[in-house]
């Protein structure tokens, strides 16, 4: 019986000639995303995998049907799996709006999902951390927000030379909109013009700026020399306060095409251009209001990252470390006799806080020593019958071959004392 | 917009006069069981939550349908939110079965879906603790899986006053089947009454084990006074080898409803008998055979643990931490003109690992230092400029109210060195 086309199975650590992800690989990602979020002042929520059809459809329109994962449930309710987790933030704020001071800070790591029927062999499924600020209209939000952003990827060894944060604004946009005659409700059909103008031919771009009356020159002019407006540069000096400037530069040709963005929009990029976007975001002041059906208004801004391009970004880059699950003991048992006091010995070393393993059969001595050096153990255990009939154990420290014996109620301590 | 009916939304604390769910509660649990997993040397793993129909009446006939959150996707296929993961499991082990050393110890912590019609106001999902043993055949297996389902309980603080694990086997059921001269085909029906046995009205336990020829006497004695098999024996003699035999004891009432349990069953269950099962499991030896199509055969065991019952437990109990997302130190900006230096002190903070928050806009003194309050800050630190030019850092413990002066560069190490 196979997986379903699009999903993936975790085993324990990455296996080799195959491309099955590993948990642990997850984890190392899932770790780094929340202490960053912590040392931030991030609180964590979650919300449930599956909303009603209603929640993306009021966001995003009927069109995003054509996207989801959704479904008729038994009760007739139309359903979908969560292709992201930004309106199901919006309706959790929402609800308890009155508990909370302003701004919250807010992060998540949800599994999202995404069928569209075309695409075959692209995954429907994947993991993402999102980081939103709720209740702060200024650019300070910005700030702290992408601030968190650049840390959650230099948490992984990335530095500037690997990324970059390219920071552009709808307002700057709007600008230049309104200074070319440009009505309002052109706009966001020419954001999506912006939105593909690096990888569109530039005759195509031409043409579609035509039918806004605007020239290519006129627009590349922007782009390439149109000043900063005061948010943006509020955002570029406090990132500077903080040391950061050199993550970020401006770039209004990113846009992001989805049609909720109201101001600030940035995406994470590899330097070298090799991947898909690491990261987007941007602020989407109006989404409270409409998920909330009018009954609480509140600005706000947030970021995604998944963990797909990310994790394929650290494995290019060398960043991954050793991906297999650690032990601290293997407990070698090879005399028999010695099971019932060996379990005994392994209870208190597993009561201590110690990560201990052991054939739970007879095994032969040099097979149980495989086994040790299989699982990654830092150490082995055995005890030995003293001639006067008690016990010791001996304790081998693999990496340093050191070896000691002690008597077994002093094994817990011995290894507890090691770091 | 609300949430589907059955589904928990995850705020990041408990919120007073609300039953929603906290995320930090969730996480406490989480963490803990993984903890122990680790310690007894059981490796994570996870699996789609979205499988085949398939993959779940494979296992449980067609009748499981009922009780499924499924539908047919945008490709035609019968899809399921996994009611479980054992299936799952059963299938990630067989297709890879040569590249892993048995007996495996493996877990998984996944949200699970059911439902239901008929049942209103119920849970449709949760999450739930999974540990099995793949590839051991014998009842040193049972024992080691026990310890874990034990350890993972007195890991919360719970004791063998709280607890106690209900062993059984399906084997002296056979046995006394056997004895009694009811054909096997018989079993399982007979598992179903046994398994109501301390629910159903005596009259209506009686008629039923009438039509298998057996007296209610007749097994009341069994339940009463029937030896431990030998391998329920060697289960008892090695979790009393660890010093474990107070949390176990023989309940022949335990047959767990699901048919495809083979040998040892048992359940965890509060010693006041208040709630539900908190846990059960079993040997499942032909599981891995019928999902891998008869590829690869494996004897197994697990057990689940979900959150729901177990979290109500500890909070019955008062076992359950204060649940608020913690922060170590608050930065109080009272001079505007200081905020520029104090965001670089955040940032050698967070670069340090300390968890810091500040307010992003000018607010009173007395409002910060009560936002410090609210978000359970252990230290508040705040920037002074000292009269020759140069800044000092002001950095309070909140518990001891002990108040240093420090050079803004010895801050991060002041905190690092509290504990």
Redesign the interface.
């Known amino acids: 019986?196979?997986?379903?086309?699009g999903?993936?199975?975790?085993?324990?650590?990455p296996?080799?000639h195959?491309d099955?992800s590993s948990?642990?690989g997850?984890?190392f990602l899932f770790a780094r995303w929340r202490?960053m979020a912590?040392?931030?002042?991030f609180?964590?929520?979650?919300?449930?995998?599956?909303?009603?059809v209603?929640?993306y459809t009021?966001k995003s329109g009927q069109e995003i049907v054509n996207q989801l994962?959704c479904?008729?449930?038994?009760?007739n309710?139309e359903?979908s799996?969560r292709p992201e987790i930004t309106p199901?933030l919006a309706?959790?704020v929402a609800?308890?709006n009155r508990?909370y001071?302003k701004?919250l800070?807010?992060f998540s790591i949800p599994?999202l999902?995404r069928?569209e029927?075309q695409q075959k062999g692209r995954l429907r499924?994947h993991f993402q951390f999102n980081a939103d600020?709720i209740g702060?209209p200024?650019p300070?939000?910005e700030a702290?927000l992408i601030?968190l952003l650049i840390?959650s990827l230099r948490a992984f060894g990335l530095t500037s030379e690997d990324f970059r944060i390219r920071l552009s604004s709808r307002g700057a946009w709007q600008q230049f909109l309104a200074q070319n005659q440009v009505p309002p409700e052109h706009h966001e059909s020419f954001y999506l013009v912006i939105d593909k103008i690096e990888r569109a031919p530039r005759e195509q771009t031409e043409q579609q700026l035509k039918s806004f009356g605007l020239s290519l020159e006129s627009v590349d002019a922007f782009i390439e020399n149109g000043a900063p407006t005061p948010d943006l540069e509020q955002i570029l000096a406090?990132l500077s306060?903080?040391?950061?400037a050199d993550y970020v530069r401006l770039d209004y040709r990113v846009i992001r095409g989805l049609a909720y963005y109201t101001g600030v929009v940035f995406e994470a990029f590899d330097q070298k251009g090799n991947f898909r976007a690491i990261a987007g975001g941007g602020r989407y002041d109006n989404l409270v209001k409409l998920?909330?059906?009018n009954k609480v208004d509140l600005p706000a801004l947030g970021f995604g990252m998944g963990d797909v391009v990310l994790f394929e970004l650290l494995k290019d880059r060398g960043l991954l470390p050793p991906l297999a699950?650690g032990?601290t003991a293997y407990c070698l048992i090879e005399d028999e006799q010695l099971r019932?006091a060996s379990?005994?010995l392994?209870?208190t070393l597993?009561?201590a806080?110690?990560?201990?393993?052991?054939s739970?059969?007879p095994l032969k001595p040099d097979k149980q020593f495989k086994?040790a050096l299989?699982?990654h153990a830092e150490y082995t255990v055995k005890l030995e019958r003293n001639e006067n009939g008690t016990l010791s154990a001996r304790l081998r420290n693999l990496a340093s071959r050191e070896e000691k014996r002690l008597a077994p109620s002093e094994v817990a301590q011995a290894i507890s004392r090691r770091a």
């Open positions: 019986m196979e997986r379903l086309p999903f993936r199975d975790f085993y324990p650590e296996l080799p195959s099955v948990i642990e997850r984890n202490e912590r040392r931030y002042g609180a964590e929520y979650d919300a449930p995998p599956l909303e009603p209603e929640l009021t994962y479904f008729t449930d038994k009760g309710r359903v799996l199901s309706r959790l609800a308890h508990h001071k701004p800070k807010w599994q999902f069928y029927r499924e600020i702060e200024t300070v939000a702290e601030a840390d406090n306060n903080r040391g950061l998920i909330s059906n699950p032990l019932e379990l005994s392994i209870q597993r009561d806080n110690v990560q201990v393993d052991y739970l059969t086994r299989e699982s």
